[in-house]
């Protein structure tokens, strides 16, 4: 969460466009393929698979945004999995929060999480739920006190029965499955994350400490792959004006596309079919 994409142009995914890449940890060497598809343009939904040595995360999310005129509010449904392969098999579902962008057009920008994120794992019964944003009071622009950070994060580790939920969070009425709190969830996602076992504080994740993965392109991609667009292959050229054409071509052929799945459906004859616009 805590690396941020540069801004860009606006090229929008066409519909069945896929990706292909591999992340490599700089420390370790490991390599994780990484495949993904855009499986629907209206509502835009992406599908994801990476593969590990031991694991796989597979899922897909669908965005919603609210517009304002000073910021956008992007939602992403849908669900993440991942599966571990070592010993027991472990499944851990995610949901995502929020994310926020403000200062569209007078002011700084800044985004930041917002709302809730929850990990599952049916297999053991464990649940994390992370509030993100959490204790901001009123966002004050050029401030990063206490009460007006918005990385802040808030949370707990905790088994459930959904039959015989019985303990009450104070902090989080919204738990109603708890059975027994094992860890509570503090710090940033931009610093670091603390867990917090009766007494004892323990930091596992520091940003200042963690180095990003690469992603390397092989080469032989699909003609489906976002590198083989006309228009992104003349951005890289620094030709503008044809990467414009590219790019109004693909949406003449969305809108055609969208306008062939959307079409009634005609009983087919010699004559009704002279009368079907030709493409």
Known sequence: LYCSLPQGVPL??????????????????????????????????????LIGKDFEIYGNYEVQLVLSYQRIDIALYGKTRISFNTGMKMQIDIGYPYLKIQGMFTTERLYYFSGVMEFDNKNAGIKAFVHFNYGKKKAVYGKRDAETRTDTIFGYIYSYKKAIGKKEIPEF???????????????????????????????YWRAAEFTPGEIMYPPNQLESDWSERKDIKCLMKKDYQ?????KQEYEGREMNDEYLRNRKKVPMSIENNLSLPLY
């Not at 738990?175 to 610093?191: C, F, H, L, P, Q």
């Open 173 to 203: 009425p919204e738990i109603k499955d708890a059975t027994e709190v094992y860890d509570k969830i503090s710090g940033s996602w931009t610093e670091e994350i603390n867990f917090l076992t009766s007494d004892t504080e323990r930091s």
């Open 12 to 49: 929008c995914p066409h519909l069945g466009e896929t990706f292909y890449g591999i992340l490599s940890d700089p420390t370790t060497g490991a390599q994780v393929s990484v495949y993904m598809e855009q499986t629907s343009i209206n509502p835009p939904i992406t599908h994801f698979h």
């Open 242 to 246: 044809n990467a414009e054409i590219g």
